[in-house]
C-alpha cells in the first residue's frame, strides 16, 4: 500500500488492508461499489429486496475482509460474488419476479409509476417470453447468464464471483443461452442469447 496515496488513488485492495487497523476506509470500497452492486441485486431480486441484500452484502463483506486477497485491486467480483450467494437464499421470490415480468412485460426493478402504466400497455411479447425462459433456468446458469450479461463481468471474474471454474462458467453460459435459443427461436442474436 502506498502510504502517502489519497483515498481516491488507493486500491480496493489497499482500502480493504487498511481498514484492519482503520475500519472506517471500509467506506470507501462501499462508496465505489455500492451503487453497481444495489442495481444486480435489483434486477434480480427487485429493489426493496436488493437493499437489504446490498447492506447484507457490504456486512459480510466487512466480516469476512480479513480474509480477502489485497493483491486483488478490483474488490467488484468479490462482491459480486458475495451478493450472489446471499441471492440463493432467495431464489424463489427472484423466480416469482420473472414469472410476474413473464405475465406483465414490466421490469419492477427499473420502472417508475410512469413508466409502469405505459409499460402495460406497450408491454413487449418478446420481453414476457424472455422473463419466463430465464424463470426456468437453473439458478447456476441464472447466475453465469446475469454476472456476464447485466453485471458485464468476464467469464474469470464471473468464477471468481461464484467460484467456481472456468469451464464452469462457460458451460453454464452454454447451456444457458442454448436453453434460450430453444424457448425464444424467433429472438436473434442481437438480443443477447448468442454465444461469443
Do not use: C
Not at 89 to 107: N, V, W
Not at 140 to 168: F, H, N
Not at 171 to 188: M, Q, V
Request: charged share 25%; aromatic share 6%.
Amino acid at each position: 500500500m502506498r502510504p502517502t496515496a489519497t483515498r481516491a488513488e488507493l486500491t480496493d485492495g489497499d482500502l480493504i488492508q487498511l481498514s484492519a487497523s482503520r475500519p472506517e476506509a471500509f467506506g470507501s470500497v462501499f462508496d465505489r461499489h455500492a451503487t453497481t452492486i444495489h442495481r444486480y441485486l435489483s434486477r434480480r431480486a427487485g429493489t426493496t429486496l436488493a437493499d437489504d441484500l446490498t447492506a447484507e452484502t457490504f456486512l459480510t463483506a466487512f466480516r469476512s475482509r480479513a480474509g480477502y486477497d489485497t493483491g486483488r485491486p478490483d474488490a467488484l467480483p468479490w462482491l459480486y460474488g458475495i451478493a450472489a450467494n446471499l441471492l440463493r437464499g432467495h431464489q424463489r421470490a427472484e423466480t416469482r419476479q420473472y414469472h410476474a415480468l413473464a405475465r406483465t412485460g414490466i421490469d419492477l426493478a427499473l420502472a417508475g409509476h410512469d413508466d409502469r402504466v405505459s409499460a402495460r400497455v406497450d408491454a413487449s411479447e418478446q420481453v414476457r417470453a424472455l422473463a419466463g425462459a430465464l424463470a426456468r433456468l437453473n439458478a447456476g446458469e441464472r447466475d453465469v447468464l446475469t454476472l456476464i450479461s447485466q453485471a458485464q463481468l468476464s467469464y474469470p471474474e464471473v468464477a471468481e464471483a461464484l467460484g467456481i471454474p472456468l469451464g464452469t462458467v462457460r458451460s453454464r453460459l452454454h447451456s444457458a443461452r442454448k436453453r434460450l435459443r430453444a424457448a425464444l427461436p424467433h429472438l436473434n442474436e442481437t438480443n443477447g442469447i448468442d454465444d461469443e
